[in-house]
């Protein structure tokens, strides 16, 4: 069953179907952020050819998750992303939906990370625990999300499974170390396997306290920040019968509606007066 056939009416009269918040994944190449993304919402975001075949992220990739809490277990086990309880069984009750964005790692592709946390509200920072730490992208990332000024930040200790009890100790020593003084320093830090599927409960729980919803004026003109685009129209078309693309990004303020007017920035570059001309559309 998908997650939208279990949202609640009161979730949908507020939100539709949409999730509430944008969270991103942040960190080193090869730690495990689009696993740790298939764990959450069961589909893995890199999906374009290139990305297949040299197994890594290079585009920005999107996924959404319903977390639900049991009432009756005790945190962070009552913690899922089904309406039934992995603990106990018994139903539980929906505490909001998420949007994840997932970030390539590898150094190359750091001006698409960049891209991928300007709509974050909040961060996941992925560190692996059978490698030093901290590694250059961590850090890079770390500080890009400094940069950006994004505080709700939780750090994921990956890959426990690989490594004994005292192997883990001294890698999470290891990130405290690295965090002090940060925008994560005082981030909880949770052991994980992405790949096993162990501490989810504990992950989601982190995210639900520590990652709160942001607060949207919806009465605000509407502001989308956007991410991407597609061209729908066929090779060789025509001028004439070009069509419109389509966008892909996030609201942050305001509602849209059918019909309204819509300005695009910074738009098309006017080579003669070199500036550049907004789109208006509808």
């Known amino acids: 069953m998908h997650w939208r056939d279990t949202l609640p009416d009161w979730y949908i009269k507020k939100y539709g179907y949409q999730p509430c918040i944008n969270i991103g994944t942040a960190g080193h190449v090869d730690h495990g952020k689009t696993s740790l993304i298939q764990a959450l919402t069961g589909s893995w975001t890199s999906v374009h050819s290139q990305e297949l075949k ?99 930040i939780v750090v994921l200790q990956n890959k426990v499974d690989l490594l004994s009890y005292d192997e883990v100790l001294a890698n999470y020593k290891d990130i405290t170390k690295f965090v002090k003084g940060t925008n994560a320093a005082k981030s909880p830090i949770i052991p994980i396997s992405a790949q096993s599927g162990l501490n989810i409960d504990a992950l ?39 069509k419109g693309g389509v966008i892909g990004g996030s609201l942050t303020q305001g509602i849209f509606n059918v019909g309204d007017e819509i300005e695009i920035k910074p738009g098309i570059m006017n080579e003669k007066k070199k500036f550049y001309e907004p789109i208006l559309t509808e």
């Not at 991928?116 to 730490?133: C, P, Q």
């Not at 942001?214 to 989308?224: G, I, L, N, Q, T």
């Open 204 to 242: 989601i729980g982190a995210i639900e306290s520590t990652i709160k919803t942001p607060e949207r004026d919806e009465k605000a003109d509407p502001v989308m920040h956007v991410l991407r685009s597609f061209d729908v129209n066929k090779p060789g078309i025509k001028l004439k019968d070009i």
């Open 54 to 152: 040299r197994g890594i992220t290079i585009r920005v990739g999107y996924s959404d998750a319903a977390f639900y809490k049991c009432k009756k277990c005790e945190e962070p086990l009552g913690y899922s992303t089904t309406p039934k309880c992995n603990n106990c069984g018994d139903e539980s009750e929906l505490s909001r939906v998420v949007s994840f964005v997932d970030s390539p790692g590898h150094e190359s592709l750091m001006a698409n990370m960049l891209s991928g946390s300007a709509l974050m509200d909040g961060a996941l920072l992925l560190v692996a625990a059978n490698e030093k730490v901290p590694k250059p992208q961590t850090k890079e990332h770390l500080l890009a999300l400094q940069t950006l000024g994004i505080q709700q």
